[in-house]
Each structure stands twice: as structure tokens, then as C-alpha cells.
């Protein structure tokens, strides 16, 4: 029977992050999941954002100076999907956990900031 890395001895073990060749750190805000038949999670992240307006008119007026017109509101929105993950159910429930930790960590940076700030005035 194959042996677990519960049952080498000692009981610790180094892991070691190594980035893969294909890895990119994107920005993102905003997600959409669904499962899979096998019932996986399928979580893809987008980037969210108003499209501008592709062209511009300009009057010319004299000795050919242009003037810009306002340009038209679009009212188009794109969801750019940068990437997305293959989890399943305790994978996500262990990512829920580890994104509250850091939730909490980055909200007391913030509030240590702002008390420095608020002591500098």
C-alpha cells in the first residue's frame, strides 16, 4: 500500500512555490461560477469595466483648429474574462477561509494607516 505524507516520519515536510512558466497575476473584480457535472466548482474572474466610445467628431474651425465635441455615453459594459479555476467543494471551503484571513489582515492595515495619518494631522 502507498504511503501518505501523514505516515513519513518525521512528521514535517518543505514545500516549495516554484511559478509556472504560464503564470500571470491579473487584476480582476469580478467573478461568476457554476459546477460541473462531476461537481466541481468552475469559477471564472473577469475584469468589469464601461466602454469608452471608439470614435470622437471634432469641429474645425479657423486656421484649422480642431475642437473637440463631447463624446457619446456608451451605455455597453464588457466583462473581460482574464482566467478562471477548477475547484472542488473543500478546496473552496479552505480558499473561503484563507480570503478571510487576508480580508481581516488587509481591513487592520488599513485602519493602522489611517490612525498614522490621522496622528501626523
Known amino acids: 500500500m502507498d504511503k501518505t505524507v501523514a505516515d513519513i516520519e518525521p512528521k514535517q515536510v518543505k514545500l516549495i512555490s516554484k511559478k509556472s512558466p504560464d503564470y500571470r497575476l491579473e487584476f480582476i473584480n469580478g467573478a461568476m461560477?457554476?459546477?460541473?457535472?462531476?461537481?466541481?466548482?468552475?469559477?471564472?474572474?473577469?475584469?468589469?469595466?464601461?466602454?469608452?466610445p471608439n470614435e470622437q467628431l471634432a469641429t474645425i474651425g479657423e486656421g484649422g483648429?480642431?475642437?473637440?465635441?463631447?463624446?457619446?455615453?456608451?451605455?455597453?459594459?464588457?466583462?473581460?474574462?482574464?482566467?478562471?479555476v477548477v475547484m472542488n467543494a473543500q478546496f473552496a471551503k479552505d480558499l473561503v477561509i484563507l480570503l478571510n484571513d487576508r480580508i481581516k489582515e488587509c481591513e487592520e492595515r488599513v485602519l493602522a494607516i489611517d490612525k498614522k495619518r490621522h496622528d501626523v494631522l
Open 33 to 52: 461560477s457554476n459546477i460541473t457535472p462531476r461537481g466541481e466548482i468552475i469559477c471564472d474572474f473577469h475584469l468589469e469595466f464601461k466602454d469608452m
Open 65 to 84: 483648429k480642431a475642437t473637440l465635441l463631447n463624446l457619446q455615453e456608451s451605455n455597453l459594459f464588457t466583462r473581460d474574462v482574464k482566467f478562471g
